[in-house]
T-cell receptor, first 110, second 115 residues
Framework: DQQVKQNSPSLSVQEGRISILNCDYTNSMFDYFLWYKKYPAEGPTFLIS?????DKNEDGRFTVFLNKSAKHLSLHIVPSQPGDSAVYFC?????????FGTGTSLTVIP | DSGVTQTPKHLITATGQRVTLRCSPR?????VYWYQQSLDQGLQFLIQYYNGEERAKGNILERFSAQQFPDLHSELNLSSLELGDSALYFC??????????????FGEGSRLTVL
């Protein structure tokens, strides 16, 4: 049973525009949420995280929003750059382990 | 560089064979996680060890086993290999076991091809 879902397998965005990647989860016990970025032939790298006690966390061009009532989080990338083209994984954590979504492949078109 | 080292990077073997994948976690990290990524699939959690003890188990097949040694490195053993076992196997480490104990740091993966 997939506890973390990314329903959009792919997304294409023009350079300079906003990229919005979405993620839904089912377990209300998750207390920590993360986004990872993965380039081909490399391991996923940590991008940004948010605690369940917050609704927004910003780091440069990347902002993560958390809506606990909807069990939904999103990653905003503004402005999008060609180097942002990668697969983005959403993850959620409880005290025991991390649960990953299936990923969204972002393509930023120059 | 995440600080997590995985060997080998690539491995080609035949059905029915057995292989061992090795992972050295980041210095100081006590948890090691193993994930499988098959073609067009997400990261499937296999198993987690914390300070030498099995902590959590995911969708790990009975043909697969793992362990974490006293020096905290971990090995994933895959036996009676089938074509469907071809995948990228990632190891990740973290300081704790989840939540605010710290995020996961991933190795570059071991690509297994079963012919």
């Amino acid at each position: 049973d997939q506890q973390v879902k990314q329903n959009s397998p792919s997304l294409s965005v023009q350079e300079g525009r906003i990229s919005i990647l979405n993620c839904d989860y089912t377990n209300s016990m998750f207390d920590y949420f993360l986004w990872y970025k993965k380039y081909p032939a490399e391991g996923p790298t940590f991008l940004i995280s948010i605690s369940s006690i917050k609704d927004k966390n910003e780091d440069g061009r990347f902002t993560v929003f958390l809506n606990k009532s909807a069990k939904h989080l999103s990653l905003h990338i503004v402005p999008s750059q060609p180097g942002d083209s990668a697969v983005y994984f959403c993850a959620a954590s409880d005290l025991n382990q991390f649960y990953f979504g299936t990923g969204t492949s972002l393509t930023v078109i120059p | 560089d995440s600080g997590v080292t995985q060997t080998p990077k690539h491995l080609i073997t035949a059905t029915g064979q057995r292989v061992t994948l090795r992972c050295s976690p980041r210095s100081g990290d006590l948890s090691v996680y193993w994930y499988q990524q098959s073609l067009d699939q997400g990261l499937q959690f296999l198993i987690q060890y914390y300070n030498g003890e099995e902590r959590a188990k995911g969708n790990i097949l009975e043909r697969f086993s793992a362990q974490q040694f006293p020096d905290l490195h971990s090995e994933l053993n895959l036996s009676s290999l089938e074509l469907g076992d071809s995948a990228l196997y990632f190891c990740a480490s973290s300081a704790g076991t989840g939540g605010w104990d710290g995020e996961l740091f991933f190795g570059e993966g071991s690509r297994l091809t079963v012919l």
